[in-house]
């Protein structure tokens, strides 16, 4: 089993950056592949960017693509999420989401993580 904290949220003006962080508990954070999802007032929870057990894989959702990047750290059993050119349409609780696999296959689903933080809330003001 793992535990999961996000921290870095905040408020922040459009064309902004922020970086989320997601730490782990456990001595087997390695061999879980992870995930950042996002859900905003009044819409379903909705995938962000996931990464490989090694970190080898990313994949992103099409919305994020060249703005966000997933990466981890797993001497720290931390998961990042560095958010650039950030827009009102980015404003959302963030969640960061865990699977044991060590295969290269990243969910795009909530239905994919087994484990999940309580979220940190990102607002992006125009």
């Known amino acids: 089993q793992v535990q999961l904290v996000e921290s870095g949220g905040g408020l922040v003006q459009a064309g902004g950056s922020l970086r989320l962080s997601c730490a782990a508990s456990g001595r087997t954070f390695s061999s879980y592949a992870m995930g950042w999802f996002r859900q905003a007032p009044g819409k379903n929870r909705e995938f962000v960017a996931g990464i490989s057990w090694s970190g080898g894989w990313t994949s992103y959702a099409d919305s994020v693509k060249g703005r966000f990047t997933i990466s981890r750290d797993n001497a720290k059993n931390t998961v990042y999420l560095q958010m650039n050119s950030l827009n009102p349409e980015d404003t959302a609780v963030y969640y960061c989401?865990?699977?044991?696999?060590?295969?290269?296959?990243?969910?795009?689903?909530?239905?994919?993580?087994?484990?999940w933080g309580q979220g940190t809330q990102v607002t992006v003001s125009s």
């Open positions: 989401g865990a699977v044991r696999a060590r295969g290269p296959t990243i969910a795009t689903s909530q239905g994919g993580y087994d484990y």
